[in-house]
Structure formats: structure tokens, C-alpha cells
């Protein structure tokens, strides 16, 4: 199983926590509570289980300069996302309802770079980062433009906006889950 693994967890998780956030929001707030709490660790887990995808990838990708440099910006967006989520995990563990969220968030904003760094340019690294070195795998045929279409549509799509996260954990899965096999078959070459 080993670093295969996290070519199918990472997207699945990334659904997982986009169902839980529609639960959530059935009574019309997010937040705070087990759904906002069990829905935030799914995607802090994915993060983290994409360090080692990105890494595959770059390797995938033949390394050099270029899947370096791209690889890098993920994990910086990926590291950026991680604050943000980490973020969202505290406050919705101290808060007491959708009011005290609303007001311990505002504070969050109002640290200088914050919004900026973690909210906005920092995870759209990871987004990016993770669509070009797809792009980069077709380019030098190490994967069918096919199969690397659902990653970068995928990819392109997080960042949309939250209700389109099923379409694009589903797409990312697609596009990643058959890289386990692959990427499994690799290590025991190397074994």
C-alpha cells in the first residue's frame, strides 16, 4: 500500500469532507460542531496526504528544473491551505455557536498578510501547482492527455467556489486513483 495510498485517500477525502459540508449547511449555517469539526479533518488529512502525491508526481514527471519549481509552489499552496484549515479546525472548536464563529474569524482577517497569504494567493498554489505538473505528465507523455484532463479540470474547479468541491474531489479521484497502481508498481521496482 505505502505512498499509493495517497492517490486514492487524497481525493476521497477531499469528497468526503464536501458531502459533510452540504450536510452541514442543511439547516441553512455551517458550523460550529461534529460536522464542521469531522468535515475540516477529512480535508486537513487530504492535505497532507498530497505531500506525497506532489512528490511522486514531480518524479513522475522526470524531475528536473520545471517539475521542481512547480512541485514546490504545491506544497507551498499546500502548506498555506493547511494554516487555513488549521484555522477553521481551532476556531470551530472554540467557538460557541455560528455568531462567536463569525467574530473570532474577523479577527483572524485582521492579522496583517493573513488574508492575503493563507485565504487567497497561498492555496491557489496548491490548485495551480497541481494542474500544471498534470499538464506537464501529458507534455511528456508519462500520462494520456485523458487521464491527466480530470486532474487539471479538477484542479481548476476547487478554487470556484466550495459547492463545486463533489464535482472536483470526483474528477481528482479519476484522474488520481489509477496512479496507486502505478506508483505501487514502481516502489517494488525499486524494492
Known amino acids: 500500500m505505502g505512498r499509493s495510498f495517497a492517490f486514492i485517500a487524497a481525493p476521497l477525502l477531499v469528497t468526503v469532507y464536501a458531502v459533510i459540508r452540504i450536510l452541514d449547511g442543511l439547516d441553512g449555517e455551517r458550523g460550529p460542531g461534529l460536522a464542521w469539526m469531522t468535515g475540516y479533518l477529512a480535508f486537513l488529512a487530504a492535505l497532507l496526504l498530497f505531500v506525497p502525491v506532489?512528490?511522486?508526481?514531480?518524479?513522475?514527471?522526470?524531475?528536473?528544473?520545471?517539475?521542481?519549481?512547480?512541485?514546490?509552489?504545491?506544497?507551498?499552496?499546500?502548506?498555506?491551505?493547511?494554516?487555513?484549515?488549521?484555522?477553521?479546525?481551532?476556531?470551530?472548536?472554540?467557538?460557541?455557536?455560528?455568531?462567536?464563529?463569525?467574530?473570532?474569524?474577523?479577527?483572524?482577517?485582521?492579522?496583517?498578510?493573513?488574508?492575503?497569504?493563507?485565504?487567497?494567493?497561498?492555496?491557489?498554489?496548491?490548485?495551480?501547482?497541481?494542474?500544471?505538473?498534470?499538464?506537464?505528465?501529458?507534455?511528456?507523455?508519462?500520462?494520456?492527455?485523458?487521464?491527466?484532463?480530470?486532474?487539471?479540470t479538477g484542479a481548476l474547479i476547487l478554487p470556484a467556489g466550495p459547492d463545486l468541491l463533489p464535482v472536483a474531489g470526483a474528477l481528482l479521484f479519476a484522474g488520481l486513483a489509477p496512479f496507486a497502481r502505478r506508483v505501487a508498481r514502481g516502489a517494488t521496482a525499486h524494492a
Not at 106 to 132: C, E, H, N, Q
Open 54 to 152: 506532489f512528490l511522486d508526481l514531480r518524479r513522475l514527471a522526470g524531475g528536473g528544473a520545471f517539475a521542481t519549481w512547480t512541485v514546490a509552489a504545491a506544497l507551498a499552496g499546500t502548506a498555506c491551505t493547511v494554516v487555513q484549515i488549521s484555522v477553521d479546525i481551532v476556531i470551530g472548536a472554540l467557538a460557541a455557536d455560528h455568531d462567536d464563529m463569525r467574530a473570532m474569524f474577523s479577527d483572524v482577517s485582521k492579522v496583517p498578510g493573513m488574508d492575503i497569504v493563507v485565504y487567497t494567493v497561498g492555496p491557489v498554489l496548491f490548485f495551480l501547482g497541481l494542474a500544471v505538473v498534470f499538464c506537464r505528465l501529458a507534455v511528456v507523455r508519462a500520462v494520456s492527455v485523458w487521464r491527466a484532463a480530470p486532474v487539471v
